[in-house]
């Protein structure tokens, strides 16, 4: 397939200007192309993905991917698929967020300058602040027709809206961007960019620019925004947005978000944010449907997802942290994979001087060895106290039935006695996790 039918196929093509000229000039040989990203976060997110994922199967195909990094545009805001104003940023956060953005960015595309086609990494402000604000307005705005910029979606949904409106900086965004394609096909022979429906308005403006003043021809191409089949946007879960920096969202949470893609989402999610091929994708689609309880697709998806986001380590920490939850051996554990697990079950504080309980002294004196290897909490708190104090059972009562029945855990391993806990049942020195049943999980971090 050429890389537009791939779009077709993928379902990532919605429209473009001049579709057969654009694919007659894919057809005869390599171009650049650029997307935009502004750094209006320290981290990319989820929604990010497509237009991302997008330049990397350009490349993948000979083409000369541009990630661009908004440090210009960024100071404004864009108005697209906005109710609302945004808050405008310091220079010191677009400064911090671009440099956090530049590294997420080198993750997805090839920079080998040892390749036919690396990638290239740009910042619009080197190019941008450097213009005064009356050599833009005539070397710019000359060009673009107030009766167009109010025309594009992102500006007269905004205007129609009278309490809140458009500022007038917000509004100069489509000049802004639009000046970037200008710049990108003088400076790197850009002719074509790339970006979400939402951006329609900001390209077209960037293609009518370079038309006048450079009299050639340049392309632009949108893909659906992602969203789920209630027409929701993907990306979002209900503790908030899922980032592609694992110190915002950990491989952990990543991997879950995806491996709990609904059925009716999956294929659709598998076509646009892998690169598996269309004979695995239709195997997949083919199982969901004669066995969708083993959501073979689902973790398909999880797994191509957290192997491209973050690495195959932390695919190899999700899956751990996932057995975990389920029953697995703590076995070979690391911290930084504990950590993800206490992040999602109860946790409460336990106070360390309550575990430091020693045996009745007849007891010390008749086996010295038991009060090194085993511990009854001073103030009485055995493993049936610590269930009851974890939230896992109402009662002491409730906790001896669960333990008697073969139904109490702690580290996974089931408990079979009622005294307290000894050192080295610390998990990190610090960490008990206790499981009633299959699934009911709480962590106590001893203090």
């Not at 192309?33 to 990319?44: K, Q, V």
């Not at 694992?246 to 999610?269: E, G, H, M, W």
């Not at 139904?407 to 990190?428: A, M």
Request: aromatic share 8%; net charge neutral.
């Amino acid at each position: 397939m050429s890389i537009l039918e791939e779009l077709d196929w993928r379902g990532l093509y919605a429209d473009s200007t001049d579709r057969d000229a654009l694919a007659k000039r894919l057809a005869d040989g390599p171009t650049a192309l650029y997307c935009g990203f502004d750094p209006t976060a320290d981290s990319l997110h989820v929604g990010n993905l497509v237009p991302l994922f997008a330049l990397r199967r350009f490349q993948l195909a000979g083409h000369h991917p541009i990630a661009l990094a908004g440090g210009a545009t960024g100071m404004v805001g864009d108005p697209s698929g906005k109710s609302d104003e945004r808050n405008l940023q310091t220079p010191e956060q677009v400064a911090h967020n671009i440099a956090s953005v530049k590294v997420q960015l080198a993750r997805f595309l090839d920079f080998s300058p040892s390749i036919p086609n690396p990638a290239k990494l740009v910042n619009n402000a080197d190019w941008t602040a450097p213009i005064s604000f009356l050599d833009f307005l005539r070397d710019v705005g000359k060009h673009v027709t107030v009766n167009s910029m109010v025309a594009k979606d992102s500006v007269r949904s905004r205007m129609e809206d009278r309490s809140t409106g458009i500022s007038f900086t917000e509004f100069s965004y489509m000049l802004l961007q639009g000046h970037d394609f200008y710049h990108l096909r003088k400076a790197l022979n850009c002719e074509l960019q790339v970006g979400a429906t939402d951006q329609w308005g900001n390209i077209t403006v960037g293609t009518e620019l370079t038309r006048k003043k450079l009299g050639v021809t340049v392309w632009g191409l949108v893909f659906p925004l992602l969203t789920k089949s209630d027409g929701t946007k993907y990306g979002k879960t209900a503790t908030g947005t899922v980032w592609l920096d694992p110190k915002k969202t950990s491989s952990y949470r990543f991997y879950q978000f995806f491996v709990n893609a609904d059925d009716a989402d999956v294929i659709k999610l598998l076509k646009t944010l892998t690169f598996l091929p269309k004979s695995d994708i239709d195997a997949l689609e083919a199982e969901l449907k004669t066995n969708p309880g083993a959501r073979a697709a689902q973790k398909a998806l999880a797994r191509e997802m957290t192997t491209i986001v973050h690495g195959s380590d932390a695919l190899t920490a999700a899956l751990k942290a996932t057995e975990i939850l389920f029953g697995g051996s703590l076995e070979g554990v690391s911290e930084e994979i504990f950590n993800d697990v206490v992040g999602e079950v109860p946790t409460k504080d336990f106070e360390r001087a309550k575990l430091e309980g020693t045996f009745p002294q007849l007891l010390k004196d008749a086996i010295p060895f038991v009060s090194e290897n085993i511990a009854v909490a001073r103030e009485g708190f055995s493993i049936i106290d610590l269930v009851v104090h974890s939230g896992l059972a109402s009662s002491k009562g409730a906790a001896r039935k669960d333990l008697e029945a073969g139904g109490v855990y702690l580290n996974n391993q089931r408990v079979q006695h009622t005294y307290g806990v000894i050192p080295k049942d610390l998990l990190f020195g610090k960490y008990l996790l206790l499981r009633k049943g299959k699934r009911s999980y709480a962590v106590l971090n001893v203090k």
